[in-house]
C-alpha cells in the first residue's frame, strides 16, 4: 500500500535524525599534544673559567641547576665525566656522580664535589655534564675549565705552642701516619683524615730530625740526645744511651740496624746500633771554623757509599765515606760564592741532591750531581730565603717553603718543575699584621696527591695541607 511504504520510509528518517543528533553544539576530540623533544634548561654555576672552588677547599665543585619546560627532570640520569685522565682509579668513562661527593641530586639541580682519591689534574680540564628529563630528551654540554699545579686545601690546628721553629716532617711509608717535631714534643697527625691523633712530650729541648723504622715500630728524634719514640703506642721510650747534641738523623743504606747522627757541638758523625740501643762509634771531624759546630742535615746514597753533611758554621756540605771515616770532598762554593743550607734533599735515584741555599750569592736551589759532587745548576730565587725544600713521589715537583728577607719583602712559597728547573707557582704566606709566620719542613703523602707544610704563626703550630694535582705519570 502506498500509504504504508510512506511511512516506513518517514520511521527511517526520524531514527536517522535520532541516531545523529541534532544539537548544534556538540563537542569535538581535540587532537593529542605533540610529543616532548625540548631537552631540559641547564644553568652552569660552577666550574667555570674563573670560579671552580665554591669552598675554598681548593677542590672542583660541580653546581648546575636545571628545569624543563613540558615534563620533570629525571635526577637519576645525570652525568658527569672527565675527559682527561683523573689522578686515581676513576676513568674518562666513569660518572663522577657516583665516585667524587654527592652532596644533593633533585628536579632542580647538582652540586657534586671532587674528592682528593680521583683527583682531576692540572692545567685545561674538561668535564661532560648531561641530564635528561623523564620523556628522555637529554642535555649534554662540555665545561672547560682552568686548575693551578697545587693548592691550599685546610689547615690542622694542632693546639701545640712554642717559640721554637717546626724542624721536620715526616709521613710513613703507608701514608697512615705523619710526624712533626714542635717544640719539646712529637705531635701525631693522621694524613687521611687530616686529625692530631697524638702530642708526646720529650725529656729534653726542642727536637730536630725525625727518621722512622717502621720495620721495629721505633722513631728517633735528635735532640739533646738520640731520643727513641714507640710507632704503635705513640709514647716516648728512652734516650738512647751514649748518644749526645744531635740533629741530624740517617739511616744506613747498607745495614738496616746502624743510624746515622749529625752531633752537635763537636760536629762530629755519630753511629748508634738501633738494635743494641746504644752510641757504637763516631767520626771525628776537625771544625777549626768555630768553636762549637752543628750538623742540621744527613742524607745517604745506597750502599752507604757517600754521606752528605750539612755545616752550620762552616758552611757547605761535607762528602763523607763512613765506612772508611774519610772526608771526600768539601762542596763550599757555588760558583765563586760560599753558601750555608742547613736543608737539602735527595733524589730516588741518588743521582742529585737538591739544595735549599739559605745564604748564597744568589739564594735559591742549587742542583748538586752526586756523580761528580759538583753544582751543576742553580735556581736564582735571590728575593726570598729559602728554608726547606721536598720533592714529590713523581721526583718532577720540588716545594720551596722560604722565610721573610725584611719588612718590605714577605715570604712565600714555592712549586718547582724540576725538568724544566723553573717555578711553576707562588703560594703567599698571609699573617695578620705584627705576627711572624714561619713556614718549615714539608712531607709529601705517599700517593702523591697531598703535601703537609709544618709552620708557626706566632708561637702557635699549624700544619697547611696542600692539593698537588701532578697528571699521572
Known sequence: MPGGAGLVRTLSLIAVLSAGGCRSDRITKPPPPPPDTT??????LSPSDTLYDLNADGLVDVSLTWRDSAGAIDPGSARVRSLRPLNGPADTTSNLVHIWR?????????????????LLPDGRNQLEVSVADTAGNRFTDTLTFDLPHAALSTTIPTGAGSVSFPEDIVIDSAGRRGYMTAGTALLVFDPESLRVVALIPSMGSDLGDVVLDEARGAAYVGEGRVEKYDLRTNTYVEEVPGTYGTQGLAFSRANSQLLYAGEAFAGYLGYVDV???????????????NPEEFVPKL????????LYMARYWQGGILVIDPRAKQILRHVETVGTSPFYATQ?????????????????????VAD???????IVRVLDLSEYVPQCLQLSP?????????????SQVPAINVLIDVQRWAVIQFFYQPAPPGVLRIDGPIAFRPDGKLFFVARTLGHTYFIDVYLNREPKA
Request: net charge negative.
Open 394 to 406: 713523581s721526583q718532577r715537583r720540588l716545594f720551596l717553603t722560604t722565610t721573610p728577607r725584611d
Open 368 to 374: 748538586l750531581d752526586t756523580f761528580s759532587d759538583s
Open 275 to 289: 738494635v743494641a740501643n746504644a752510641h757504637v762509634d763516631e767520626m771525628v771531624i776537625p771544625h777549626p771554623y
Open 299 to 306: 742524607a745517604v746514597l745506597a750502599g752507604d757509599t757517600k
Open 344 to 364: 737539602f734533599v735527595l733524589s730516588r735515584n741518588d743521582g742529585h741532591l737538591y739544595i735549599a741555599l739559605r745564604d748564597a750569592d744568589p739564594r735559591g
Open 39 to 44: 631537552p631540559p634548561w641547564v644553568q652552569v
Open 102 to 118: 654527592l652532596v644533593r641530586v633533585d628536579t632542580a639541580g647538582l652540586l657534586l664535589r671532587e674528592t682528593v682519591d680521583n
